[in-house]
């Protein structure tokens, strides 16, 4: 499994849960942060695709805080949570270990790795953005997202949202009608695009493939085969470059966050409650 979703239902992500989340009056300005968060605060890089999806790098991101949080930070303990969250297998993760010592995320011995400040701060931005947007509906998000200055303060957030996947889980076991933009690099990233772009309405938006694949870094065919997916599922109309954004999709992506939000908030409470 190579997505940062690719994990078994999780006990945190409760029926109630969710529908708490939903039913409060400013969930879909959540949503629509949410949304924009996830767009905006992108950093990809071709070669940094080819290891692991944004998404996973941010998975990654978790776990090595919580090790680091524990104090068993080690490519080993790192390769085997890796495994036993179901995200990625000992090669991959070896290889993206590689990746963040070569670029300076990580540091110390091989056996014995610590987190670098630009480790913290390559993540500081997405999570601050993502924070705020949860902090919507969720008083202890916002608390957090002020206080992400503070190293110790994003490690324990982080380590905390890893925990609570310890019992198996995936995010997107909240909207599986949207599996197949996470197991696409990038996917996820042109759905939140088109459904901001479009707003409520259903009128036609131009759709450039080309400056969709500079944008986050994949190729054109893949772009092409994003939007030929998310138009076989019912989620848009693709013709004559445009694009015509369906309900569905805002459903779709509308389900996907209510995990997010109720994931986040969690893990919100339990970093501050120091």
Same mark, same amino acid.
């Given at each position: 499994?190579?997505?940062?979703?690719?994990?078994? /239902?999780?006990?945190?992500?409760?029926? *109630?849960?969710? @529908?708490?989340?939903?039913?409060?009056?400013? +969930?879909? %300005? $959540?949503?629509?942060?949410?949304?924009?968060?996830?767009?905006?605060?992108?950093?990809?890089?071709?070669?940094?695709?080819?290891?692991?999806?944004?998404?996973?790098?941010?998975?990654?991101?978790?776990?090595?805080?919580?090790?680091?949080?524990?104090?068993?930070?080690?490519?080993?303990?790192?390769?085997?949570?890796?495994?036993?969250?179901?995200?990625?297998?000992?090669?991959?993760?070896?290889?993206?270990?590689?990746?963040?010592?070569?670029?300076?995320?990580?540091?110390?011995?091989?056996?014995?790795?610590?987190?670098?400040?630009?480790?913290?701060?390559?993540?500081?931005?997405?999570?601050?953005?993502?924070?705020?947007?949860?902090?919507?509906?969720? /008083?202890?998000?916002?608390?957090?997202? *002020?206080?992400? @200055?503070?190293?110790?303060?994003?490690?324990? +957030?982080? %380590? $905390?949202?890893?925990?609570?996947?310890?019992?198996?889980?995936?995010?997107?076991?909240?909207?599986?009608?949207?599996?197949?933009?996470?197991?696409?690099?990038?996917?996820?990233?042109?759905?939140?695009?088109?459904?901001?772009?479009?707003?409520?309405?259903?009128?036609?938006?131009?759709?450039?493939?080309?400056?969709?694949?500079?944008?986050?870094?994949?190729?054109?065919?893949?772009?092409?085969?994003?939007?030929?997916?998310?138009?076989?599922?019912?989620?848009?109309?693709?013709?004559?470059?445009?694009?015509?954004?369906?309900?569905?999709?805002?459903?779709?992506?509308?389900?996907?966050?209510?995990?997010?939000?109720?994931?986040?908030?969690?893990?919100?409470?339990?970093?501050?409650?120091?």
């Amino acid at each position: 499994m190579t997505a940062a979703e690719d994990w078994r /239902p999780t006990t945190v992500l409760t029926p *109630e849960r969710i @529908a708490a989340a939903r039913a409060h009056p400013a +969930f879909e %300005a $959540a949503v629509l942060a949410l949304a924009r968060t996830s767009v905006t605060t992108y950093s990809g890089h071709p070669l940094l695709n080819i290891v692991a999806s944004d998404r996973g790098r941010f998975v990654v991101a978790m776990l090595v805080a919580r090790l680091h949080q524990e104090g068993r930070l080690t490519p080993a303990n790192l390769k085997q949570l890796a495994a036993q969250q179901g995200f990625a297998s000992p090669g991959r993760t070896s290889a993206l270990i590689a990746l963040m010592r070569w670029a300076g995320y990580l540091t110390g011995e091989l056996r014995n790795l610590v987190p670098t400040p630009k480790f913290f701060a390559a993540h500081r931005e997405r999570i601050a953005g993502e924070l705020y947007a949860v902090g919507h509906v969720s /008083p202890a998000a916002q608390s957090v997202a *002020e206080g992400l @200055a503070d190293d110790a303060l994003l490690c324990r +957030f982080l %380590a $905390a949202l890893c925990r609570e996947f310890d019992s198996g889980g995936r995010l997107i076991d909240q909207a599986p009608q949207m599996e197949f933009s996470i197991e696409r690099v990038g996917a996820f990233l042109v759905l939140n695009d088109l459904m901001l772009r479009a707003g409520e309405t259903d009128a036609p938006l131009e759709v450039s493939v080309s400056a969709y694949s500079r944008r986050f870094a994949i190729s054109r065919p893949q772009v092409h085969l994003v939007l030929r997916q998310a138009q076989a599922g019912g989620f848009l109309d693709w013709r004559d470059g445009c694009v015509v954004v369906r309900p569905s999709l805002h459903e779709g992506l509308k389900d996907f966050f209510a995990g997010v939000i109720v994931a986040n908030s969690l893990a919100a409470e339990e970093a501050i409650a120091v």
